[in-house]
């Protein structure tokens, strides 16, 4: 306020001159219309800065609001696309134990492999996640293996289900997991599109680190069109770079844009040999990749190209 009371006044008087000059200036010797025309130039100065302040005080009140705005816009957009990420847990039963109820309800007799991150692809119980984080149930040959997903419905409330593995792709670290939805709403993800990205631009990872479920983390597109090791020992390329944090726990959780839209599906990190912990240095497959391959994994189990 002191700055625009201080400026305003001295920059309209100083152009008052030039927008008056087409008329001439009074004489001296007439002393009332000079002090009349004094008066006026008083109470045009004082108008003309009232004018100016109340026109710039919305911008400075839209300066100091800014940062809330944002803030409540990262909120909306974590309440509308946590929904829609699931926690997964892969479990070993017990020897001897076939009872995956009493399993899923508390992981009585069971001992937890691992943990990761999903996210439902649609309304009929398909999950997308990372091939790793469920490599030990695909592999497995002693039937002790299980994977539990907790998820939540439309109402909010948390619920926990046996996945089936539907489909894998190894060359592209994805798999398909489905949970039996029968009579429960749930709510899949918004996909978007990698195409176009640019480095720079917003981006969030929703996932489960260290077992910690729902936790968001932000961060820029840091780079474009990386390759990374696939599990099968190939190579992924065109995958996105973030530093956004990525840690154990969140492989197969999305990477979403400032819509809520997933640009990418959270892979993996570059840490410290043994430390485990994100460098800033994390990578996502790019959706437009996972597009094209998760259908053919739901109705096929494999991709097009291992069909023959």
């Given at each position: 306020m002191v700055v625009l009371g201080s400026v305003s006044p001295q920059r309209i008087l100083l152009s008052l001159p030039t927008q008056m000059s087409h008329s001439p200036l009074?004489?001296?010797?007439?002393?009332?219309?000079y002090l009349t025309r004094r008066k006026s130039l008083i109470?045009?100065?004082?108008?003309?800065?009232?004018?100016?302040?109340?026109?710039?005080?919305?911008?400075?009140?839209f300066v100091i609001d800014q940062p809330q705005q944002e803030e409540d816009t990262l909120v909306q957009l974590f309440q509308e696309t946590s929904p829609s990420v699931v926690f997964i847990k892969d479990l070993e039963l017990a020897k001897g134990s076939n009872d995956s109820t009493k399993v899923l309800a508390n992981d009585e007799n069971a001992k937890v492999q691992g943990t990761g991150s999903g996210f439902i692809w649609d309304k009929f119980g398909h999950i997308v996640t990372n091939y790793h984080v469920i490599a030990k149930l695909a592999t497995d040959s002693s039937g002790l293996q299980r994977c539990k997903v907790s998820l939540v419905n439309a109402k909010g409330e948390s619920i926990a289900k046996e996945a089936k593995i539907i489909g894998?792709?190894?060359?592209?670290?994805?798999?398909?997991?489905?949970?039996?939805?029968?009579?429960?709403?749930?709510?899949?993800?918004?996909?978007?599109?990698?195409?176009?990205?640019?480095?720079?631009?917003?981006?969030?990872?929703?996932?489960n680190p260290y077992g910690f479920e729902n936790t968001l983390t932000t961060g820029v597109v840091s780079g474009l069109g990386r390759e990374i090791?696939?599990?099968?020992?190939?190579?992924?390329?065109?995958?996105?770079?973030?530093?956004?944090?990525i840690n154990a726990g969140n492989s197969g959780g999305p990477l979403i844009d400032s819509s809520g839209h997933v640009i990418g599906v959270n892979t993996a990190t570059f840490t410290r040999r043994g430390s485990g912990m994100s460098s800033g240095v994390n990578f996502a497959i790019p959706i437009d990749t996972v597009v094209r391959t998760i259908p053919y994994l739901i109705v096929y189990g494999t991709t097009y190209k291992d069909r023959y």
């Open positions: 009074p004489a001296l010797s007439s002393s009332p219309q109470f045009a100065s004082l108008l003309s800065s009232l004018i100016y302040t109340s026109h710039h005080s919305p911008a400075t009140a894998v792709d190894p060359a592209y670290d994805l798999a398909v997991l489905k949970v039996d939805v029968e009579g429960v709403e749930v709510k899949p993800v918004s996909v978007g599109t990698s195409r176009g990205l640019r480095v720079g631009q917003s981006c969030f990872a929703i996932g090791p696939a599990p099968n020992g190939a190579t992924i390329k065109g995958a996105i770079q973030t530093d956004a944090a």
